[in-house]
């Protein structure tokens, strides 16, 4: 029995593989342009032996990228994988990048604040460990 943890962790790692494959071959995943829609069979004619699984998560981790999605949310034109355009980036695709980044930057955001706040606090709890130390330890 295979464990699913482990499973998924290969399929990711030969999904960055494949990214990497994919923009070393095909301009548009250099520059993160917006994908022509059923861009997925393309690849599979021109890339032959790939497995579709791991081209689907290979496909989500690019689209899902922040680099993908601040294209997306300036492009007018989708492109094929030769860089020809292949239908343009409708408003509603463009506002989901835009909303996912927006979200995706407010999380961090907050991560980030929530990190001050748990240094601050460590700082506050050693000068405090600090003062009682002193204040207990023998006088020489």
Do not use: C
Request: no cysteine; net charge positive.
């Amino acid at each position: 029995m295979s464990d699913p943890a482990n499973n998924q962790a290969n399929q990711a790692n030969a999904a960055k593989a494949l990214l990497k494959q994919l923009e070393q071959q095909f301009s548009v995943f250099q520059s993160a342009a917006p994908l022509a829609i059923g861009i997925d069979k393309q690849i599979l004619e021109q890339v032959p032996g790939i497995d579709k699984k791991v081209l689907r998560v290979a496909l989500r981790m690019h689209t899902n990228s922040t680099r993908y999605l601040k294209a997306t949310e300036k492009a007018q034109q989708r492109l094929d994988l030769a860089g020809n355009p292949a239908g343009e980036v409708l408003d509603e695709h463009r506002l989901r990048a835009s909303e996912t980044l927006k979200e995706r930057f407010k999380k961090a955001a907050e991560a980030r604040k929530e990190k001050q706040q748990a240094e601050r606090e460590a700082e506050v709890r050693q000068v405090k460990l600090q003062q009682l130390a002193d204040k207990f330890s023998p006088r020489r």
